[in-house]
């Protein structure tokens, strides 16, 4: 077997191959979060939230040991239900519409809109429900 070189046609394709594919992640990258900062400005802007807040607040309730969260660290409960893409989803708890006051009322008193339900009352504050809420809004 001889050794030949390698043309320099297929240096250049291999090059350029590799520098499309860097491109493309980058610009993914980019993309994705940009979403995500979207997703969370409006969230805090249709909540009258702060999302990062909401994180704190979600974690020091412990939410995350009933309700499986995505971004909240240790979220994995099967008690209630899953939490990933509430935004998505069209009632909350079975009943209400799936809209910032309704998402916003069910935090702070769940019992009175579902008594003897699953959920209980945890004393969650106006402004700390705005902020879950932000937070679970901005997970899309």
């Known amino acids: 077997m001889r050794n030949r070189p390698v043309p320099s046609s297929l240096i250049w ?3 350029l191959i590799l520098l499309s594919i860097a491109t493309a992640v980058i610009a993914g ?11 969370q400005s409006q969230a805090d802007t249709i909540t009258r939230g702060d999302w990062k807040r909401g994180r704190l607040s979600i974690a020091r309730y412990g939410c995350g040991s009933c309700h499986v969260i995505a971004g909240i660290t240790g979220a994995n409960g099967k ?8 935004a998505q989803r069209s009632e909350i ?3 209400l519409p799936n809209d910032p006051d309704a998402m916003i009322r069910w935090l702070i008193h769940p019992q009175a809109i579902e008594p003897k339900g699953g959920m209980p ?18 997970r899309r």
Do not use: C, W
Not at 121 to 138: H, I, K, P
């Open 13 to 15: 394709l291999a090059a």
């Open 29 to 39: 990258g980019v993309i994705y979060f940009q979403t995500a900062q979207t997703a």
């Open 79 to 86: 008690v209630g239900p899953d939490l990933t893409h509430i």
């Open 93 to 95: 708890a079975g009943k």
């Open 121 to 138: 009352d945890q004393g969650v504050s106006d402004t700390e429900a705005r902020n879950m809420a932000a937070f679970l809004y901005s």
